[in-house]
């Protein structure tokens, strides 16, 4: 259920960002009930009278978040945005780097690539892959959950590529010619 958690995780995030925005103070306990798996977390919400203002910026720019898998010239952050959300990470006992565009960055880009690739060769890599693709509207419609094809901007043969790829005996075909 690791990506039902994380889903969960950025929905408490932003409710208790929005609950800041609000006016509210407010904490969280993970779990709370040892008996009832269903129940991920308890907010507890009190009123405010201080502000912070780094979860502030973050709640007031929640909703400009979107998931975007075209391809096309980005806009680089700027160096306010960049500071703000390594702090955002490093106040919840995390980081951030940044990677921009450059060497480094293809580097990247390659590992990120062959990494793929090795998943979708790899037997386990190549089910979850499967199940994670949603290949038709009805699918989409069906399910409510995964990642529709029509939503990857792919030229026609990389689609091509995606639904051969779904079948397993194409990527052991590949994996026997040292292809992919």
Not at 3 to 29: F, H, K, P
Not at 88 to 104: C, D, F, W
């Amino acid at each position: 259920d690791l990506a039902s958690m994380i889903a969960l995780g950025a929905s408490l995030e932003n409710a208790r960002l929005e609950a800041i925005n609000q006016g509210y103070e407010n904490s969280v306990s993970f779990f709370p009930i040892q008996e009832e798996k269903d129940i991920i977390a308890h907010l507890s919400l009190s009123e405010s009278k201080t502000s912070n203002e780094l979860d502030k910026w973050l709640g007031e720019n929640v909703l400009n978040r979107e998931t975007n898998r075209n391809l096309e010239q980005s806009t680089p952050l700027s160096e306010t945005d960049k500071t703000k959300l390594k702090a955002a990470g490093q106040k919840n006992g995390s980081g951030l780097t940044i990677i921009e565009p450059g060497e480094e960055f293809d580097r990247l880009a390659a590992l990120i690539a062959q990494t793929e690739r090795f998943r979708i060769m790899h037997p386990t890599g190549h089910r979850n892959f499967t199940e994670e693709m949603r290949w038709t509207k009805e699918d989409v419609e069906t399910t409510k959950d995964g990642i529709d094809i029509a939503t990857v901007d792919l030229t026609i043969g990389e689609l091509t590529g995606f639904k051969l790829a779904r079948n397993r005996e194409v990527i052991d075909k590949l994996v026997e010619w040292k292809g992919g």
